[in-house]
């Protein structure tokens, strides 16, 4: 009795500290999960008319978009198929700058500017990142409150757990008469949603504290046998620095045709421009529509296009180990689109199940000590007459 006692005060004190962050986390996180699906219903500007023209190349993308907004920078472009529009991505973290720009892949025409720190996912996003404080507050809280609540997951199922096999079937159902109080109702919706969503609610979490914490992923990583570095790293190039002569192509815009050919099913491609002179080119090469783990990460030198090996975990996926796959589905695995419509569908509906558990869990926190104040002053004014 002593040492469930001991759970239950660890379990309300926590709860009631993180209850409005665990809270703002799930529902957020349900608006999220259907995102791509919700905004493909108003996206036909990433589509165009297929024309027997050739594509502008890549350097020509990176001219036409930075004129839009020449003060910031160029964190990459993506190479569709024949039928899709290229998107020019521009991202600064200080001061925050997140736009799309969408070029017609064979005049050059900019069809759409999107930014993406407004509207209702962005929105959406910053309330499940960090509240809607500044990142630096927000994202300490958010990361910090999500490893409490593992905690209280872990102190919730050992409280659940029944003292006499008996009253198993109370914990797993929900026995409502016409009699049934509020209160039982709720302690019902509290224990027996939470040990139904206990478990996936724990994946949830367990992979959001993974995204927040790298010290978190070293640790997952190195213990599943991880041999590589758990992190993303650019080579740098195996040449020098060489001097292209005046009318010549450059080896940049011969690398996306490249690909193509060898990578014919490919969704689409990621290619980040090269920082200085000496880094790699960089290149996402996305396998298959609505999930992220099986991207190949290829760098090529950007005077030769030979290809680099990278020494972290995200290179090709043909060559990642049990350790690498780990990591590169945590993100798939948190938002359920590892496992297609369906998993997203689960992880909504766990999500909102969890985001009902803060609710029910203060509910019963101030019943109980709604009723024990009662209980006094009913005793005092007895006392008292």
């Not at 978190?216 to 790293?233: C, E, M, N, R, T």
């Not at 990278?310 to 948190?334: Q, S, V, W």
Request: glycine residues 6%; hydrophobic residues 40%.
């Amino acid at each position: 009795m002593k040492y469930r006692k001991q759970i239950l005060t660890l379990h309300k004190i926590l709860g009631l500290v993180t209850g409005v962050v665990v809270f703002v986390v799930a529902i957020t996180g349900c608006c999220w999960a259907f995102k791509e699906e919700i905004e493909s219903l108003y996206s036909d500007y990433k589509t165009v008319e297929v024309q027997n023209l050739p594509q502008i190349t890549v350097t020509e993308a990176q001219t036409i978009a930075q004129k839009l907004f020449p003060n910031n920078h160029i964190h990459g472009a993506i190479f569709g198929k024949p039928d899709e529009a290229i998107q020019v991505i521009f991202y600064d973290r200080e001061p925050e700058f997140y736009r799309d720009v969408y070029l017609n892949p064979y005049s050059g025409e900019v069809i759409q500017i999107n930014d993406n720190l407004t509207g209702f996912f962005p929105f959406i996003l910053k309330g499940h990142m960090r509240l809607w404080f500044p990142r630096e507050i927000g994202e300490q809280i958010v990361g910090a409150s999500i490893l409490i609540f593992i905690l209280i997951i872990i102190s919730g199922f050992l409280l659940w757990i029944p003292k006499q096999r008996k009253n198993l079937k109370q914990r797993i159902t929900f026995d409502w008469k016409s009699t049934t109080r509020w209160k039982r109702k709720n302690f019902d919706l509290h224990t027996v949603v939470g040990f139904y969503v206990c478990s996936l609610a724990l994946v949830l979490a367990f992979t959001g504290t993974v995204i927040s914490y790298n010290w978190l992923k070293y640790v997952v990583y190195k213990s599943a046998g991880g041999d590589k570095v758990p992190a993303f790293i650019i080579p740098e190039n195996n040449t020098g620095p060489k001097l292209v002569k005046a009318g010549t192509v450059l080896p940049i815009d011969q690398l996306i045709p490249k690909l193509w050919k060898s990578t014919p099913n490919a969704e689409n491609f990621e290619l980040h421009y090269p920082e200085s002179d000496s880094s790699s080119i960089y290149v996402e090469v996305s396998n298959s529509k609505g999930v992220f783990y099986d991207s190949d990460f290829r760098f090529f030198d950007q005077n030769t296009l030979e290809e680099i090996e990278t020494p972290a975990i995200y290179g090709k996926y043909e060559d990642a180990k049990f350790a690498d796959k780990i990591l590169r589905m945590n993100y798939d695995i948190h938002i359920g689109a590892i496992g297609g419509l369906p998993g997203k569908i689960i992880a909504f509906i766990v999500s909102l199940l969890t985001a009902t558990l803060p609710v029910t869990g203060v509910l019963l926190w101030y019943g109980r000590n709604y009723k024990t104040k009662k209980r006094e002053e009913k005793i005092a004014e007895a006392v008292a007459s």
